[in-house]
T-cell receptor
């Protein structure tokens, strides 16, 4: 089983739609969780951290379910500019330090 | 704040030569830096974790003698691809993380596109 799994998509949605992505992780010792956005041929940019109580930033809502070991990202009122690949990232402690594991990413295309 | 630079942004080299890529945290101290590789239409694959002043920890399947990592200061890490071959052509991205307890978020450099001919 992969450490972090995502549906690769693509998700094709019309402008204004609401879309949700899920991500599952296998290591129960994972401490921190993030959603990153990556545009084609660019580096990933932090979209938001994911907190246990759930958190919202404008049109974006992130949720964490530790019991089921998954996180989610909800995008409301999709814009054309939201088209990108969304990466689920999990921070895992290892050998006295920590590392980040990326999911494969979910491609989103918002259509006019 | 939290700017990470990477140099060069792209490089073309001949098979058998070595290439050095620099990663710098410009406005913060990075205890830990990470090196990733991304092939077309794939996600980022962690190559190694680099802590300042100590040897890098390599992921399974990554040859430490081929991908030399040096993290000499809290603001600079370098990745040297030795005896590069065409299959090493990829997008190499570094990231830096502040000291634990301040933030676990990592900040990415803009990446280096390596083409080996």
């Amino acid at each position: 089983r992969k450490e972090v799994e995502q549906d690769p998509g693509p998700f094709n949605v019309p402008e204004g739609a609401t879309v949700a992505f899920n991500c599952t992780y296998s290591n129960s010792a994972s401490q921190s969780f993030f959603w990153y956005r990556q545009d084609c041929r660019k580096e990933p940019k932090l979209l938001m951290s994911v907190y246990s109580s759930g958190n919202e930033d404008g049109r974006f809502t992130a949720q964490l379910n530790r019991a089921s070991q998954y996180i989610s990202l909800l995008i409301r009122d999709s814009k054309l500019s939201d088209s990108a690949t969304y990466l689920c990232v999990v921070n895992i402690p290892t050998s006295g330090t920590y590392k980040y594991i990326f999911g494969t990413g979910t491609r989103l295309k918002v259509l006019a | 704040g939290a700017v990470v630079s990477q140099h060069p942004s792209w490089v073309i080299c001949k098979s058998g030569t070595s290439v050095k890529i620099e990663c710098r945290s410009l406005d913060f101290q990075a205890t830990t830096m990470f090196w990733y590789r991304q092939f077309p239409k794939q996600s980022l694959m962690l190559m190694a974790t680099s802590n300042e002043g100590s040897k890098a920890t390599y992921e399974q399947g990554v040859e430490k003698d081929k991908f030399l990592i040096n993290h000499a200061s809290l603001t600079l890490s370098t990745l040297t691809v030795t005896s590069a071959h065409p299959e090493d052509s990829s997008f190499y991205i570094c990231s830096a993380s502040r000291r634990p307890g301040v933030s676990y978020e990592q900040y990415f450099g803009p990446g280096t596109r390596l083409t080996v001919t």
